[in-house]
């Protein structure tokens, strides 16, 4: 039956893509009489587009009055299901957002379907069904979050209380999803020291990798810093200190000050409680360093 395109609506409700494919809709131009009639729900005496969005757009550019459709009666609700189900079994197939919206829609509509129900309806895989409910639950915990759904998904992981200061560590430390994910083995690590844990819960340190069997950070975190500015000076700097003291220390302190001028002597005296206390700060932190790295071997070893 062939029906008024000015009768037909489409409420933004029910029109289950974000937008229009325009190649789609050429192509349809030239066959549009081969195609399927569209489907519309007959929803309280108005006939709402359920199904042949790109048709209808066809006909309209090819300036035709009506298209032919079927008719089917229901409620919005049943307008909104037919169209979502319509749209993922047939067509251009749905974005992978336009499934996400899809599965939320669904999810909403019956809350008593489990997600193989759900999947079913949509011809998509379970698993996609769940990681998308199982995001929206960590999102509506953790609110203001700007981390993608792939960074959620792995952090769902850890325990429910551990969750938001993994994310707060996440976003503080701007981590990779290779730096969080490992970040995530040594939370999960039952041998990891708790206060290790909760250095990296409060993302005042990066996850630790492993080099030729040692500890070591991870390439990713080396070049972020690098990249964000942070550590390539200072390394310069200790590299460069490392050498020259390596080269100063296989020479007698007392041929140094030989060379040295009146101003250099006044200058290094004035200088040399700075530079004892800071040695001994590198080396306060180095040792704790080399403590927890230690910690870390005998737990792998174990």
Not at 54 to 63: D, F, M, N, V, W
Not at 179 to 186: D, F, G, L, V
Request: aromatic content about 4%.
């Amino acid at each position: 039956m062939k029906i008024p395109l000015s009768k037909i609506k489409a409420d933004p409700a029910v029109q289950v893509r974000m937008r229009l494919n325009d190649e789609t809709i050429e192509r349809y131009m030239e066959i549009l009489d081969q195609l399927p009639p569209i489907i519309v729900c007959n929803v309280d005496g108005k006939l709402i587009l359920v199904d042949g969005f790109h048709r209808r757009a066809a006909a309209e550019r090819l300036g035709r009055s009506e298209i032919e459709a079927e008719t089917r009666q229901g409620t919005r609700n049943d307008a909104l299901e037919y169209a979502i189900k319509a749209n993922s079994i047939h067509g251009l197939p749905l974005a992978r957002e336009e499934y996400k919206a899809a599965v939320r829609t669904l999810h909403h509509l019956h809350p008593k379907w489990g997600h193989k129900q759900i999947a079913k309806a949509l011809n998509r895989g379970e698993k996609f069904v769940r990681n998308v409910i199982k995001v929206d639950k960590m999102r509506a915990m953790l609110r203001n979050t700007s981390l993608s759904d792939s960074y959620l998904l792995e952090i769902a992981r850890v325990p429910k209380e551990l969750q938001e200061d993994l994310v707060e560590a996440t976003e503080k430390r701007s981590w990779t999803y290779l730096e969080m994910q490992y970040a995530i083995r040594e939370i999960k690590n039952e041998g990891t020291p708790p206060e290790r844990k909760q250095v990296l819960l409060k993302g005042e340190d990066d996850p630790i990798a492993e080099k030729n069997g040692k500890p070591a950070l991870l390439a990713e975190t080396v070049q972020r810093r690098m990249a964000e500015g942070i550590g390539k000076d200072k390394v310069v700097a200790w590299a460069k200190t490392q050498e020259a003291l390596g080269i100063l220390a296989q020479i007698p302190a007392k041929e140094v000050i030989d060379e040295l001028d009146e101003f250099a002597c006044e200058k290094l005296i004035r200088n040399a409680p700075k530079s004892r206390d800071y040695l001994k700060e590198l080396e306060r932190y180095a040792r704790e360093r080399l403590e927890l790295w230690g910690k870390i071997n005998k737990i792998r070893g174990d």
